[in-house]
């Protein structure tokens, strides 16, 4: 799903969303956009990060370990799914 704010908050909150493939960037940009839920807080979102085998299964193809870097812009690649 791609979309703003209040789409992804609207997902997060529907029952049949189970799992987030979440492309987390590293550094400060100038937006005014933000992902609405903050998924590392497994005790207050109910979201939990899975491991790494985990998430080249869910992709169904091997995912790249760890921190990349594009035009100098940090980034890496998490699976969160709902408990």
Excluded: H
């Amino acid at each position: 799903m791609i979309g703003g704010a209040e789409i992804y908050k609207l997902a997060m909150e529907d029952e049949r969303a189970r799992n987030v493939l979440l492309t987390s960037i590293e550094g400060e940009f100038d937006c005014d956009r933000f992902f609405p839920v903050d998924v590392r807080d497994e005790e207050k979102t109910g979201w939990m990060r899975r491991g790494y085998e985990e998430l080249c299964a869910f992709v169904g193809e091997e995912v790249p370990v760890g921190v990349r870097e594009e035009n100098g812009v940090r980034f890496w690649f998490e699976l969160y799914q709902k408990l």
